[in-house]
C-alpha cells in the first residue's frame, strides 16, 4: 500500500522567498514519485518527477525537488517565489501494478506581493 | 494534438438523474484513469482502464460505472446521482510504460 502525506494544507510565502513544500510518503516498492501544479480551474499539470537516478530533481517553471530515501521525503522547493506560483500543489506516489497515483490531499500555496 | 478532452466541462443534475461523461485522448496511450476531487481530499481514484475492453475499481467505485470500447475514450456513468457525487471529476491517461499521467481540465458536476 502506498500513501501521501502533505504537510501544510496552506503555505503563504511573500515574492521573492524561498518556496518549501513538503511531502513525505510510505510505499512497500521502490517509489516513483511526482508533484503536479493546479491552477485554478484547471486541470494537473506535471512539475516534475522522480523515477531512479538522480535523486535532485528539476522541473518546469524553476522548480525543483530531492528525493531523500532515508526520510523518505520528496519535498519541493524554488528558490524565489512569484506571483505566477500561486496555486494548489499536488504529491503523489506510483509504484504499483497498473501505474496507479496516490495523490496527497495538496498545498494551496499563496504569494504575497 | 488535442492531448486529454473531457465533455461536459459543466452540469447539473437532479438527484436520482442518470448520465455520462466522456474523457477522449489522442495520444494512444493505453491506461485510463477517472479521479474525483474534493476540497481538502485530492484527487481520489474511481475506476481505471488497462487496455480496451478492460476496467477496473479504483478507490471510491460506489455508484460509477465505466466503459473503455475504444481505445481512446473512457466513460464514466452515473446511473442514479446523488448529492454525494457533487465533484470535479478528472480523467487522465498514461502510455504503457511509464508513469506520468496527462489529465484532461475537469468536469465540474453538481447534484441537487
Known amino acids: 500500500a502506498q500513501s501521501v502525506t502533505q504537510l501544510g494544507s496552506h503555505v503563504s510565502v511573500s515574492e521573492g522567498a524561498l518556496v518549501l513544500l513538503r511531502c513525505n510518503y510510505s510505499?512497500?516498492?521502490?517509489?516513483?514519485l511526482f508533484w503536479y501544479v493546479q491552477y485554478p480551474n484547471q486541470g494537473l499539470q506535471l512539475l516534475l518527477k522522480y523515477t531512479t537516478g538522480a535523486t535532485l530533481v528539476k522541473g518546469i517553471n524553476g522548480f525543483e525537488a530531492e528525493f531523500k530515501k532515508s526520510e523518505t521525503s520528496f519535498h519541493l522547493t524554488k528558490p524565489s517565489a512569484h506571483m505566477s506560483d500561486a496555486a494548489e500543489y499536488f504529491c503523489a506516489v506510483s509504484g504499483g501494478s497498473n501505474y496507479k497515483l496516490t495523490f496527497g490531499k495538496g498545498t494551496l500555496l499563496t504569494v504575497n506581493p | 494534438n488535442a492531448g486529454v478532452t473531457q465533455t461536459p466541462k459543466f452540469r447539473v443534475l437532479k438527484t436520482g438523474q442518470s448520465m455520462t461523461l466522456l474523457c477522449a485522448q489522442d495520444m494512444n496511450h493505453e491506461y485510463m484513469y477517472w479521479y474525483r476531487q474534493d476540497p481538502g481530499m485530492g484527487l481520489r481514484l474511481i475506476h481505471y482502464s488497462v487496455g480496451e475492453g478492460t476496467t477496473a475499481k479504483g478507490e471510491v467505485p460506489d455508484g460509477y460505472n465505466v466503459s473503455r470500447l475504444k481505445k481512446q475514450n473512457f466513460l464514466l456513468g452515473l446511473e442514479s446521482a446523488a448529492p454525494s457525487q457533487t465533484s470535479v471529476y478528472f480523467c487522465?491517461?498514461?502510455?504503457?510504460?511509464?508513469?506520468?499521467?496527462?489529465f484532461g481540465p475537469g468536469t465540474r458536476l453538481t447534484v441537487l
Open positions: 487522465a491517461s498514461t502510455p504503457k510504460m511509464t508513469d506520468t499521467q496527462y
Open positions: 510505499s512497500s516498492v521502490p517509489p516513483y
